[in-house]
DNA sequence: TGCTAAACGGAACATTGTTCCGTATAAAAC
DNA sequence: GTTTTATACGGAACAATGTTCCGTTTAGCA
């Protein structure tokens, strides 16, 4: 019983790599279809590997949203400088909001599930605030500094009020959530 | 085979109405505890009843939570009248939505079940639209009267946007919730 | 007291997340 | 090229939960 060298570790295996790209996609695109509440079957079936291959991936349901959608997050984020830069602060502001209420719309499922409570979601909660939470912060100080919103103004409480209105899952008109993520915004103006 | 005379109906079994009044009272307990998402199961126990019994009276879940929130419901939508009776328009409305945001956040797990989209909730939907919608269109439309709040606002926007609010279940920090329907309610203001 | 429609209870079924373990195999060692 | 072995695979099996079915019980009526 002789302890496992610490360097050299063994190569990962192709097969587990195609695997595991496999079921990256097939996630994605059910996920699109489905909603993030999709049965994990269904994601091992349409990526052609077994359920057990799908867990020894992703030990949970959780891991496996978490891993689609990181990237989504990051890009998201990541266009909060864009928009600062190419536009005045409060405008940069609204346009981010409603940004990021499109993001949450088109995951279907995501923000309840993110705010549910469940442990699971723990890491992919983390992630988000990680990067979601400095780019609302930026965006909303350089939009206080201009004097063109009002001091008081919690920014965990903006990407929660956005993260709910986006993830109600009220489609049923057109432009709805956009009128009331714009009418957020106006309740952050600075009154004089 | 003879048709049974229109007429006459029998009477209500004792052990029925009893069995029913249990379901309910259990259900509501179980629901505060344990949010809607409890099993029926539970529910069933708690009331001292077989399951099969449960779905007599219930043929679903959701018949059980319309059922018991039927009457909260009401209770909502009837604060209406007594906050406009009570203050000025724009105060009654931004009052109402706190009341309203506070009723939907206290039912954990109530709005995103009704807007999951599941079409077992639409009685359910439809007894909440059809008693809330007159409720907030009378106080938008004094408070618009009023010259106290703009004319754009579709009411439809309002109850969906203190829902969604409401029912994020972002309890973490107290007020969190208060504070951005005060923020929505501030963004609804006429500008001069 | 006897009859019958209504109600009851819970076993059984379907779906879905998750675990387990015997089998297959890619990469390393020789 | 063969052997070895850690790794990965697949899917049967388990647990939780919504829902259905049907044999049994019973309240109300005659």
Redo the contacts between chains.
């Keep these: 019983m002789d302890v496992k060298p610490a360097g050299k570790e063994r190569r990962v295996r192709a097969d587990a790599q195609r695997n595991l790209d496999a079921l990256l996609q097939a996630a994605k695109a059910v996920f699109v279809t489905s909603g993030v509440d999709a049965p994990v079957r269904e994601v091992a079936e349409k990526a052609g590997v077994g359920i057990g291959t799908l867990y020894r991936h992703f030990p949970q349901r959780a891991d496996l949203i978490a891993a689609v959608f990181r990237r989504e997050i990051d890009a998201c984020a990541d266009a909060a400088a864009v928009l600062a830069a190419e536009h005045p602060p409060f405008e940069a502001l609204a346009l981010w909001m409603q940004r990021y209420a499109v993001f949450v719309a088109t995951k279907k499922g995501l923000?309840?599930a993110l705010?549910?409570?469940d442990t699971a979601f723990c890491t992919l909660r983390a992630h988000f605030e990680e990067r979601v939470r400095p780019a609302i912060k930026m965006l909303l100080d350089a939009a206080v500094a201009a004097g063109a919103v009002r001091p008081d103004?919690?920014p965990?409480?903006l990407i929660?009020?956005v993260?709910?209105?986006g993830?109600?899952?009220?489609t049923d008109?057109p432009g709805?959530v956009a009128?009331?993520v714009a009418?957020?915004?106006?309740?952050?103006r600075a009154h004089p």
């Design positions: 923000a309840p705010h549910s409570g103004v919690d965990d409480d929660i009020a993260s709910s209105l993830s109600s899952g009220y008109k709805r009128r009331i009418l957020l915004a106006d309740g952050l």
